[in-house]
């Protein structure tokens, strides 16, 4: 095994591990995949105000997230198809964030269900819900979230329709992976992956699978998602969630000042800035670019979190020193999930602890609810991109 010290290790590890069509669908972007890539590398453009003979004892990342007390402000983010980087990716992931003390997102397009989840993992887990046409098996969902006792509901708001993604497109991605000449071939150099999908029963989406009248095998799985994302979702839709729901609603997808003002209007716990990994509108703004003008717009109207790029501690603390409240992993856990399971995920989280911890230290920073841009230098045309220009 080599030694894991930071999270592009475990990607490299993962990128060995994980069949390709599944690796891809994890580490990609649409189209050109520029916003993908502008997600990590705006971090680069932030750096670091470094203090010393300050007294570094005694330092905290613990904090609350809408409400919730957490050991540090990271969230595990709703990704698609987590139990196809791992088999039961899901229930692992759960099970790691819980022990560690931040929350779990299942995505509606999980293969692990809610049910299968909620009975294997310790803790509640908050659910990300998308907006579909079949507005009764949206009020089922939801009912399901509900009796698996989810603390929280994310609202996915930027995937009305999907955006083209080619490498998934050219793979053939499907959940469970078709037996093609080419996907046997590749699947053959992944033992440990196929050892681990032999020995689970968990393969396709189960929150939908068996929960939708019709939907019974992958053929006709795939007609009812490419006709069922919801073109048409509105503000007027939110708020019959947020009744329908009646706890911590949490908005993901806002990347514009005037959607934020909105999302406060509609009543909900928190939004979270987030241009969906870059897998939907290539050519938008990276997240970390529209972090500082959204916080400014809503001021503590509402909780903002922060979701896009992170692969470092470091990345939280210029995320938090920009304002926000709390953010998320997507990729960096994935990593950890494709190359190591569940112990890959804890890595990821203690690689992103350390460094976080670390790095608020040199910056002469003892408790995480203190950053603030205060902290950060950049140069004058990195802050009129990032929106902080006077």
Same mark, same amino acid.
């Given at each position: 095994m080599p030694v894991i010290t930071n999270i592009e290790d475990l990607r490299v590890l993962a990128e060995a591990r994980v069949p390709r069509m599944f690796y891809d669908y994890a580490d990609s972007g649409a189209w050109t995949e520029q916003t993908y890539r502008a997600n990590t590398t705006d971090f680069e453009k932030i750096r670091l105000r470094? /203090?010393?003979?300050?007294? !570094?004892?005694?330092?905290?990342?613990?904090?609350? !997230?809408?409400?919730?007390?957490?050991? !540090?402000?990271?969230? $595990?983010?709703?990704?698609?198809?987590?139990?196809?980087?791992?088999?039961?990716?899901?229930?692992? %992931?759960? /099970?790691?964030?819980?022990?560690?003390?931040?929350?779990?997102?299942? *995505?509606?397009?999980?293969?692990?269900? =809610?049910?299968?989840?909620? %009975?294997?993992?310790?803790?509640?887990?908050?659910?990300?819900? @998308?907006?579909?046409?079949?507005?009764? +098996?949206?009020? /089922?969902?939801?009912a399901r979230a509900k009796a698996a006792n989810c603390s929280a509901l994310v609202l996915t708001l930027d995937l009305q329709i999907l955006g083209q993604r080619h490498k998934d497109l050219k793979n053939g991605l499907s959940a469970p992976p078709k037996l093609t000449l080419a996907n046997i071939v590749n699947m053959m150099t992944k033992p440990r992956w196929c050892m681990g999908m032999l020995g689970t029963s968990r393969r396709q989406f189960g929150n939908i699978v068996g929960h939708v009248t019709g939907v019974d095998d992958m053929s006709s799985l795939s007609s009812w998602t490419a006709s069922q994302f919801d073109p048409r979702l509105s503000w007027d839709d939110v708020k019959w969630i947020k009744d329908l729901w009646g706890g911590k609603l949490i908005l993901k997808g806002i990347l514009d000042e005037e959607d934020a003002r909105l999302a406060v209007a509609s009543g909900a716990d928190a939004l979270i800035v987030s241009n969906?990994?870059?897998?939907? $509108?290539?050519?938008?703004?990276?997240? =970390?670019?529209?972090?500082?003008? =959204?916080?400014?717009?809503?001021?503590?109207?509402?909780?903002?979190? +922060?979701?896009?790029?992170?692969? *470092?501690?470091?990345?939280?603390?210029?995320?938090?020193?920009?304002?926000?409240?709390?953010? @998320?992993?997507?990729? %960096?856990?994935? @990593?950890? $999930?494709?190359?190591?399971?569940?112990?890959?995920?804890?890595?990821? $989280?203690?690689?992103?602890?350390?460094?976080?911890?670390?790095? !608020?230290?040199?910056?002469?920073k003892t408790d995480a609810r203190t950053l603030g841009r205060g902290d950060l230098i950049m140069s004058d045309e990195a802050k009129r991109e990032f929106g902080l220009a006077k």
């Open positions: 470094q /203090r010393v003979a300050v007294n !570094m004892d005694n330092r905290t990342l613990a904090t609350k !997230m809408v409400g919730q007390d957490v050991s !540090m402000p990271v969230a $595990l983010a709703p990704t698609g198809l987590t139990g196809m980087q791992h088999a039961d990716g899901e229930i692992l %992931a759960a /099970r790691a964030a819980a022990a560690f003390g931040v929350p779990f997102t299942l *995505s509606t397009m999980s293969i692990c269900s =809610i049910e299968d989840v909620a %009975a294997n993992s310790p803790k509640p887990f908050w659910f990300q819900l @998308y907006v579909l046409r079949d507005r009764k +098996f949206i009020e /089922r969902l939801i969906h990994g870059g897998r939907q $509108l290539d050519g938008a703004l990276s997240s =970390i670019a529209k972090l500082a003008p =959204i916080v400014d717009a809503v001021g503590d109207r509402i909780e903002v979190h +922060f979701d896009g790029g992170i692969r *470092s501690g470091q990345d939280v603390l210029k995320a938090l020193a920009l304002g926000a409240k709390g953010t @998320y992993i997507g990729r %960096a856990f994935l @990593y950890g $999930l494709g190359a190591m399971g569940g112990a890959g995920v804890t890595k990821a $989280l203690e690689i992103i602890r350390k460094e976080l911890d670390v790095t !608020m230290a040199f910056c002469g």
